[in-house]
């Protein structure tokens, strides 16, 4: 198993605060069957700041670290960016990074919506064949009360990855019901672990295959798993063979009254 998105770099976000901690997740990926990730610190997002030639360096020690200490796992460089009005700028000053050298970004909005910049920026992404993967927008209000808005982002070349926890009910039933029914409804090709800490926020990515598995069939979850799979080798991934559906009705009306 490859995962696309985790905050296993120590001490650059509110993942991993120091090596040990970041030993530990790395120690608890391979137990769980994981050959390789890619570490994502947040970027831009009003909090952390984790531009290329930091991240890119950072993931040189870590993963020299892993050789040392007979870890086998395979370490790339990503971020997980906050969308804001300057990206394009910044991706063309050499500031941000795609998925370990794939065509991917790693897009994270707000937690309450979606800039109305979006549509126009992941067009223009994917004129310069830099394709968003719009991360967990399970968490996004937004679209979770608007399917079809989701649907219109894929549409325009965006891929969407759920994270294992939301799948597997550790951020409670509301995010898993849509989450499940993002699933159902072909919105999703990618589940990674978002990876924060080992106690915490650990990687829990088969207990999701297992789940999609038996929601969608053994062909679609052997079909998300190779998408990460080649983010990790640098290739592009494909979507489903099935039309994502999505109607203007909302997949929970409990996101009109509580935001998460
Ligand atoms: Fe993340």
Request: hydrophobic share 40%; charged share 20%; glycine share 6%.
């Amino acid at each position: 198993m490859f995962d696309i998105h985790t905050h296993i770099l120590p001490g650059v976000d509110d993942g991993a605060q120091n090596l040990d901690e970041s030993l530990d997740l790395a120690r608890a990926a391979v137990a769980e069957g994981i050959t390789g990730l890619i570490a994502t610190p947040h970027h831009q997002n009003g909090r952390y700041w984790n531009d290329a030639a930091f991240v890119t360096a950072a993931v040189s020690v870590l993963q020299e670290i892993f050789r040392e200490k007979e870890i086998p796992l395979n370490l790339q460089a990503g971020q997980e960016i906050r969308v804001y009005p300057e990206l394009l700028d910044d991706l063309a000053a050499g500031k941000l990074l795609t998925l370990g050298n794939s065509p991917y970004l790693l897009i994270e909005f707000p937690t309450a919506n979606v800039p109305h910049y979006v549509s126009e920026l992941f067009y223009e992404l994917c004129l310069l064949g830099k394709i968003p993967v719009i991360a967990h927008p399970e968490r996004n209000t937004e679209l979770a009360n608007h399917p079809d808005r989701l649907k219109k982002l894929i549409d325009l070349g965006a891929y969407a990855q759920v994270t294992s926890h939301s799948i597997n009910g550790g951020f409670g039933r509301t995010v898993q019901t849509i989450s499940l029914k993002m699933l159902r409804s072909n919105l999703v090709h990618l589940v990674s672990s978002d990876a924060h800490h080992i106690d915490m926020r650990h990687f829990a990515l088969q207990e999701a295959y297992w789940r999609v598995q038996k929601e969608l069939g053994r062909e679609k979850c052997q079909h998300m798993k190779n998408n990460a799979e080649k983010i990790g080798m640098g290739e592009h991934m494909s979507k489903f063979w099935e039309e994502p559906v999505a109607s203007r009705k909302t997949f929970f009306s409990f996101f009109r009254s509580k935001s998460l």
